[in-house]
């Protein structure tokens, strides 16, 4: 949870996939605290974003309902994963290539025009 919201205090900045990245180079297993405050700040520090703002978002929990809205929805979706897709209300678990899924797409499309 406090990842994900970090993840997008860092966009407050446009630095999205670049806190990502680092999110996922310092993954050390579940639950084994990679994702403290002080890591998601050191992260921060070093991707040089503005430490006090960024700070200042992570201690507000400014996106917390924004984190546990998407995650209820993906939850509804029967989404337990990642990567996954939702075309339409279809969902489509696990890596697929564009080829696979065009077909969906289309179909899919066909059901709302």
């Given at each position: 949870?406090?990842?994900?919201?970090?993840?997008?205090?860092?966009?407050?900045?446009?630095?999205?996939?670049?806190?990502?990245?680092?999110?996922?180079?310092?993954?050390?297993?579940?639950?084994?605290?990679?994702f403290?405050?002080?890591?998601?700040?050191?992260?921060?520090?070093?991707?040089?974003?503005?430490?006090?703002?960024?700070?200042?978002?992570?201690?507000?929990?400014k996106?917390?309902?924004?984190?546990?809205?998407?995650?209820?929805?993906?939850?509804?979706?029967?989404?337990?994963?990642?990567?996954?897709?939702?075309?339409?209300?279809?969902?489509?678990?696990?890596?697929?290539?564009?080829s696979?899924?065009?077909?969906?797409?289309?179909?899919?499309?066909?059901?709302v025009?």
């Open positions: 949870m406090d990842a994900a919201e970090a993840a997008h205090c860092a966009q407050d900045q446009g630095r999205f996939w670049e806190y990502h990245d680092q999110l996922f180079a310092n993954l050390r297993g579940e639950n084994e605290g990679s403290k405050r002080d890591n998601l700040i050191r992260f921060a520090t070093d991707l040089k974003l503005d430490v006090p703002k960024f700070t200042q978002c992570v201690d507000e929990h996106y917390r309902d924004f984190v546990i809205g998407s995650t209820l929805e993906a939850q509804r979706l029967g989404i337990q994963g990642t990567p996954s897709i939702v075309v339409n209300t279809q969902l489509v678990p696990g890596f697929v290539p564009f696979e899924l065009q077909p969906i797409i289309e179909e899919e499309l066909k059901k025009n």
